[in-house]
């Protein structure tokens, strides 16, 4: 059976910073400014949460997948990461993409429904969300291989959730990062909860012992404690970067809010256990802790408080002033040069098209005519 | 007589099914607790228990092949597919174990297993949440493949599909799920028209058009337009995708001469090809134009804005109408 590990915490729950002789010399770089910016991004991404989480409710995005309550394993990873490291995420780290630069009405190009994918892949080195549970984990695992053949030394970094341990395709990324000894890092949000199931569904010991008996190190990270999370990221990373192979993180954290807007967790989960993850909520600890150290000043507090507006007005305004795509654009891209099948259903289509007065009537299911 | 959407009728189908057979046996991801994300199961492990209503890992092709397991030990495994898209990650256990074991083993194993695919577009969904995957499936032989289009033979066609001793792919029109509709729940499905027939909707003469799933009320809905232009189409709903029940086609063709197929899936080496093809091969001399296809396009399924571009609409099929019987439509003029 498996050990119960414990956690790696650096912050405890009431914001007091705990010494760990292992972990403490990976963010030993981590002084007052550093700390304060990051408690600027768990509240800047904890902000735009919010903000598309109601851009949804008004009708302005299609669904969103909420990351709330897990602002702090995506800004501690995200943070830890290389320019040219190369991250392979599921749909629910737009943190991970704030920290990578991702430009933020990008990242609900894909939720409102004018674009399949929001960004370019190689411009902030994040490809776009995977939706197939667990498919990343096989391209970052591929890619890592190709940095091996390359002799670089960046890392190529895959999020998945609990639940996506269940899946082959992530069990076949660990057989190959470890058969290959590939520079990957196998970042596991454990949120507890897929959809309506629970972690223990998935898996009957620690999400973390899994990745060992593919015979890949693991690492259980309290996943609210953004400096933990940042110091085994760096701890995985490092390891990678010199030749060590893949190391498989378990950040243990909680989805606070529904899986997707679409959801009603109210069906399958306890109240109490929401109460529970509220006390270790990862921005009040960073919080508390500031306010320990005396930097929670109400220059920093209102500094903090601007940002996360102001990037909260721009997500909106992006978001809303998207221009609709254009009816030909379905038939871009799906090659990367003609065809002559889809030219022909193409000249067919324009011609249905300019046979309308008003291309919209031309698309309703109740129709035109 | 009960008025019910579609999504309840599937549920008391299922309900019906799992009453009657000890041996049923529903398999899925969120399908117990929950009741699926479509709530197509809700209550049913409330009311049979955890090992009759079974929430799985999130491992589909761990779910179709322990069916396969269980089938082999002589239950009737109904798996869920939370979504179209989904369903590849099973792909292979369906088309290289569910689909051949009978013939690989001579009849001596049966695989009586039906897979629910909530399936096609309209909803405004994500990637990998619309799609038409059907073809795929009646590729393969091995395997039944049924889409229903109505709350009653949502009920009464799952609970066939379930009591069949073939594999049966059961595709729900999700964007039909809340549509309501009169269901007979004394119906005996073995009495009732067997799932691999297809049935006349609207009978017309001029046109004969094929839909199935969630096209058949459009299609019923351009046969209603199209009486207001003096124009008679008869509707026919598939029902059964493989085998395909062409007498049934093949005597409205013969009647009205002209044959208009629709589906949401991409047109290329689609089920409409085969229905245009088979229809052409068994009764050329009755037909007076060439068959029509009125389809997706040989497209991924397109972000949410643009989906009813790639959907056939009302207008779309009555343009492919106007082409079979020849009346001026927006291809006038072109060559082939
Ligand atoms: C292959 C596949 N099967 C099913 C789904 C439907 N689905 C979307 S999210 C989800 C739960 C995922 O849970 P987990 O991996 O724990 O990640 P979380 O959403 O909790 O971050 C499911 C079943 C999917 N997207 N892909």
Request: proline letters at 5%.
């Given at each position: 059976m498996s050990t119960d590990r414990n956690l790696i915490q650096l912050i405890t729950p009431a914001g007091e910073r705990i010494s760990h002789p292992e972990f403490d010399p990976w963010v030993k770089d981590i002084g007052d400014e550093q700390l304060c910016s990051l408690y600027e991004d768990l509240t800047v991404i904890r902000r735009i949460d919010v903000e598309a989480t109601a851009l949804q409710r008004q009708g302005e995005l299609g669904l969103w997948p909420p990351l709330l309550g897990q602002e702090a394993a995506q800004v501690g990873s995200g943070r830890a990461l290389r320019e040219d490291d190369f991250v392979f995420s599921s749909y629910r780290e737009n943190g991970v993409a704030y920290c990578r630069g991702v430009d933020l009405t990008d990242i609900t190009r894909v939720w409102r429904g004018t674009a399949s994918s929001g960004w370019d892949p190689y411009t902030v080195n994040m490809a776009t969300p995977q939706i197939i549970i667990g498919a990343q984990t096989l391209h970052a695992t591929g890619y890592a291989m190709g940095i091996q053949n390359d002799g670089a030394d960046s890392v190529a970094v895959t999020y998945f959730g609990d639940g996506a341990t269940s899946e082959g395709d992530v069990n076949e990324a660990m057989v190959f990062a470890a058969s290959f000894q590939a520079p990957v890092v196998f970042f596991c949000s454990n949120n507890h909860w897929a959809i309506s199931e629970p972690v223990r569904l998935q898996s009957h010991?620690?999400?973390?012992?899994?990745?060992?008996?593919?015979?890949?190190?693991?690492?259980?990270?309290?996943?609210?404690?953004?400096?933990?999370?940042?110091?085994?990221?760096?701890?995985?990373?490092?390891?990678?970067?010199?030749?060590?192979?893949?190391?498989?993180?378990?950040?243990?954290?909680?989805?606070?809010?529904?899986?997707?807007?679409?959801?009603?967790?109210?069906?399958?989960?306890?109240?109490?256990?929401?109460?529970?993850?509220?006390?270790?909520?990862?921005?009040?600890?960073?919080?508390?802790?500031?306010?320990?150290?005396?930097?929670l000043t109400d220059q920093v507090r209102q500094h903090v408080h601007d940002k996360a507006e102001a990037v909260a007005r721009d997500i909106r305004s992006g978001c809303i002033g998207m221009p609709d795509p254009e009816p030909m654009d379905i038939f871009k891209h799906v090659y990367s040069g003609p065809n002559s099948w889809l030219d022909r259903q193409q000249d067919h289509y324009a011609r249905y098209l300019d046979s309308f007065g008003d291309p919209a009537g031309a698309t309703s299911e109740e129709g035109a005519r | 007589m009960t008025q019910m959407t579609f999504a309840r009728a599937i549920n008391s189908g299922l309900r019906k099914s799992l009453e009657n057979d000890p041996k049923v046996i529903l398999m899925g991801e969120d399908i117990g607790t929950l009741g699926g994300v479509f709530r197509v199961t809700d209550g049913l492990q409330k009311d049979f228990g955890t090992h009759r209503v079974v929430d799985t890992p999130l491992a589909e092709s761990a779910i179709m092949g322990t069916a396969v397991g269980l089938a082999y030990r002589g239950y009737r495994p109904v798996v869920e597919i939370q979504f179209d898209g989904f369903i590849y990650p099973a792909f292979d256990q369906i088309v290289s174990q569910v689909a051949k074991l009978h013939y690989r083993t001579q009849g001596a194993v049966k695989m009586p297993i039906t897979i629910r695919v909530p399936f096609g577009g309209g909803i405004g969904s994500p990637e990998h949440h619309s799609e038409s995957p059907e073809a795929y499936f009646t590729h393969t032989s091995g395997l039944r493949v049924v889409s229903v289009s109505n709350p009653q033979d949502a009920y009464t066609v799952i609970q066939q599909a379930i009591l069949s001793d073939d594999p049966v792919l059961y595709f729900e029109p999700k964007r039909r799920y809340h549509d309501k509709g009169e269901v007979d729940e004394g119906i005996d499905p073995g009495a009732a028209l067997p799932m691999d027939s297809a049935r006349v909707v609207t009978a017309g003469t001029d046109v004969t058009l094929v839909a199935y799933g969630p096209l058949v009320k459009t299609a019923k809905d351009a046969a209603t337009a199209a009486a207001d232009e003096g124009i008679s189409i008869e509707v026919i709903d598939l029902r059964s995708l493989a085998p395909v029940d062409y007498a049934t086609v093949e005597a409205s063709v013969r009647k009205t001469g002209r044959l208009v197929v629709t589906h949401e899936a991409g047109q290329s080496g689609g089920l409409g090809a085969e229905v245009a093809a088979s229809i052409t091969e068994r009764c050329f001399y009755h037909l007076e134009a060439a068959p029509v296809r009125i389809t997706g396009f040989d497209i991924p399924y397109p972000y949410s804005k643009l989906e009813m571009h790639h959907l056939p609409g009302l207008d779309r099929i009555l343009d492919g109408v106007d082409r079979a019987l020849g009346r001026p439509n927006s291809l006038s003029g072109l060559e082939g």
């Open positions: 010991i620690q999400i973390a012992d899994r990745a060992t008996g593919f015979g890949i190190p693991s690492l259980r990270v309290d996943g609210n404690d953004v400096l933990a999370v940042m110091a085994a990221t760096r701890v995985a990373l490092d390891r990678a970067r010199h030749g060590g192979g893949p190391t498989f993180i378990e950040a243990v954290t909680y989805r606070m809010g529904p899986h997707t807007t679409a959801d009603d967790p109210t069906r399958y989960r306890d109240a109490n256990e929401l109460e529970d993850w509220a006390a270790k909520d990862p921005i009040q600890r960073v919080k508390a802790l500031l306010e320990r150290k005396g930097l | -």
